[in-house]
Each structure stands twice: as structure tokens, then as C-alpha cells.
């Protein structure tokens, strides 16, 4: 195990899925720019990190959707942007804390990433 899979509080599956996500833009018209979908890279019940066409502020706060893993469920809830990286193809890999989920709603989401891990 890594030093920082020991420093995780919950567990984390590379999963490649489809993630929309909408960025809060003052520039924009409405307030918001809605991203291509973006291809997730792993998720965990504390956040994900995805691979995107288009770049977002660091520190940015972003709205989520995309399917809970293992279900036909989704996932909505809000998160903010902790990191980017500039991928070799010119893309981007964005990593999102979730921000504002219950304690309910993080245990729901690691119980159908553990079915994942398993």
C-alpha cells in the first residue's frame, strides 16, 4: 500500500465513465459553461479526478453529474477544483473535491465504490 493510499479516507477505484461538469464562470452569459463531458480517471467517495478537453481554475467551483458506479444511479453534488495538470495531448487532468455532501451521501457513494473495488 502507498503512503498516500494510507493517507485516504476512503477508498478509491480507477474507473473510466462519463462526468459532466459545470463550471461557475463570470464571463459566461449565465453564470455557468457547461464542459464537454469529461472521462473520469478514478473516483472516491471524497472526490474524483477526470481528464478534460478544457481547463478550470484552480480553486474553482464546479457542479457534478455522472452515474455512481456499479448502479443506475447518479451522482449530482458540487465540488471544487484542488488541482490541474497538463496532459502530453494538450488536455487536462482536474482533481475535484466534493464540497457539501451529508455524511449519508459519502457513505452511500463509498459503498457502491467498494462493490466496484471488489
Same mark, same amino acid.
Given at each position: 500500500m502507498s503512503?498516500?493510499e494510507?493517507k485516504?479516507?476512503?477508498?478509491?477505484?480507477n474507473?473510466?465513465?462519463n462526468?459532466?461538469i459545470?463550471?461557475?464562470d463570470?464571463?459566461?452569459r449565465? $453564470?455557468?459553461?457547461?464542459l464537454?463531458?469529461s472521462?473520469s480517471v478514478?473516483?472516491?467517495? $471524497? $472526490?474524483l +479526478?477526470v481528464?478534460?478537453?478544457?481547463r478550470?481554475?484552480?480553486?474553482?467551483?464546479v457542479?457534478?453529474?455522472?452515474?455512481?458506479?456499479?448502479?443506475?444511479?447518479?451522482f449530482?453534488?458540487? $465540488?471544487k477544483?484542488?488541482?490541474?495538470?497538463?496532459?502530453a495531448d494538450g488536455?487536462y487532468?482536474?482533481?475535484?473535491?466534493f464540497?457539501?455532501?451529508?455524511?449519508?451521501d459519502?457513505q452511500? +457513494?463509498?459503498?457502491?465504490?467498494? +462493490?466496484g473495488?471488489?
Amino acid at each position: 500500500m502507498s503512503r498516500d493510499e494510507c493517507k485516504r479516507e476512503f477508498v478509491r477505484i480507477n474507473n473510466q465513465f462519463n462526468v459532466r461538469i459545470v463550471a461557475r464562470d463570470e464571463t459566461a452569459r449565465y $453564470g455557468t459553461r457547461e464542459l464537454n463531458t469529461s472521462q473520469s480517471v478514478n473516483v472516491s467517495a $471524497g $472526490g474524483l +479526478l477526470v481528464n478534460t478537453a478544457e481547463r478550470i481554475r484552480n480553486g474553482s467551483i464546479v457542479n457534478i453529474t455522472f452515474m455512481k458506479p456499479n448502479t443506475f444511479d447518479f451522482f449530482k453534488g458540487s $465540488g471544487k477544483v484542488v488541482r490541474v495538470d497538463d496532459n502530453a495531448d494538450g488536455t487536462y487532468k482536474i482533481a475535484i473535491n466534493f464540497i457539501n455532501l451529508s455524511h449519508d451521501d459519502k457513505q452511500m +457513494l463509498d459503498y457502491y465504490i467498494h +462493490l466496484g473495488a471488489s
